[in-house]
């Protein structure tokens, strides 16, 4: 069975600068997706970024930048020039088709 | 208007009793699942449907029972409520694999409290 692992229960960040926050799995299978969504205190689930295993490059989107390491089975969420919006519980998952397998989740706060 | 919209966004109820939660994607997406999320945040697939058929059942109680009349709608009937159903249920949808299935939308979700 797959898991995800988030080993950082909360982080806090200044203003403007930058955080990590970490994620492992475990799977056997070769061709799968890596998630991290963003939940705020509204409750809506929001896809933050995605990569795909075959791919090499980490994904970028914005301010979002993942670290894949596919051997480590690692996955890090980088947030650059972070802002008060980011604030958030953040959760990494592992997906092959079927169903999404949840970390469980990172509080991040962000400091003015 | 809403991708996934689910209803009710509140349910409060007491134990033994029995309720549905419904959900509907106009997206055309193949695929509805549910989610649920214990108070510690903790969010674990429950069903899978694809164009209708079961495909994932996650050894959830048999009282909880999805229904599928058509390919945009999932609902939730749960039996007999019990303290330990309280959580927040999400539904999602996404296209069929193969055809952008990792693009996963959810609804807003649904609290249950079970008093």
């Known amino acids: 069975a797959q898991t995800v692992t988030q080993s950082q229960p909360e982080m806090s960040v200044q203003e403007a600068e930058t955080v990590t926050l970490s994620c492992t799995y475990d799977t056997s299978e070769s061709d799968y997706y890596l998630f991290w969504y963003k939940q705020p205190p509204s409750r809506q689930m929001i896809l933050v970024i995605r990569?795909?295993?075959?791919?090499?490059q980490n994904a970028t989107e914005n301010r979002f930048s993942v670290n894949f390491q596919k051997a480590a089975k690692s996955f890090s969420l980088k947030i650059s020039d972070s802002q008060l919006g980011d604030a958030a519980m953040y959760f990494c998952?592992?997906?092959?088709?079927?169903?999404?397998?949840f970390g469980a989740g990172t509080i991040l706060r962000v400091k003015s | 208007d809403t991708a996934v919209s689910q209803t009710p966004k509140y349910l409060v109820t007491q134990m033994g009793n029995d309720k549905s939660i419904k959900c509907e994607q106009n997206l055309g997406h193949d695929t509805m699942y549910w989610y649920k999320q214990d108070s510690k945040k903790f969010l674990k697939i429950m069903f899978s449907y694809n164009n209708k058929e079961l495909i994932i059942n996650e050894t959830v109680p048999n009282r909880f029972s999805p229904k599928s009349p058509d390919k945009a709608h999932l609902n939730l009937h749960i039996n007999s409520l019990e303290l330990g159903d309280s959580a927040v249920y999400f539904c999602a949808s996404s296209p069929s694999r193969g055809q952008g299935w990792e693009k996963l939308f959810f609804g807003s979700g649904t609290q249950l409290s079970v008093l």
């Open positions: 998952a592992w997906g092959n088709g079927n169903k999404l397998v």
């Open positions: 990569q795909e295993a075959y791919k090499q």
